[in-house]
């Protein structure tokens, strides 16, 4: 988040929406996210990791033309989208959550906190808005970064 290559693309990405509108703000980002990165499971065994600098720098070469659209899974587009958010001033929380009776964390999802109130961040589903937040979970983490 401390990154100016981060914060330069936060400032793109934030360029059209009214200033101080956090809400407008988070969802911005999130929508980017959301749509600019293909959500893909990481190889069978093998856990396969994305910095935002190189999910973003794939993200200006799909823009332009030039690259693929990148692809990443749920760790890859939580700490892109909490990288972006932070280096606004967001305060963010990273949420792990398992779906299995073995309690293994199976997901990662981000936390923004809008106002007082914190909202989940989770960008890996196509069709799903900021807020959106899977269900049926056995065992949860929460953690503010």
Known sequence: SRNPYVREWSGKIL????????????????????????????????????????LLESIGQYMNRKGNRPSGDCDDMTVLSLSLLKSVGFNVGIKVVSFKEDKKFGHVYGMVQIGREWVPFDCVRPDA?????????????ETIV
């Not at 929406?17 to 929508?31: D, P, T």
């Not at 937040?133 to 949860?140: A, F, L, M």
């Open 15 to 54: 360029s059209g929406i009214e200033v101080n509108n956090k809400e407008q703000e988070a969802e911005a980002v999130y929508n980017f996210v959301r749509d600019s990165v293909r959500y893909t499971k990481d190889p069978l065994g093998y856990e396969y990791i994305q910095t935002p600098l190189v």
């Open 129 to 141: 808005d900021m807020g959106w937040e899977s269900q049926g979970h056995t065992r949860v983490m």
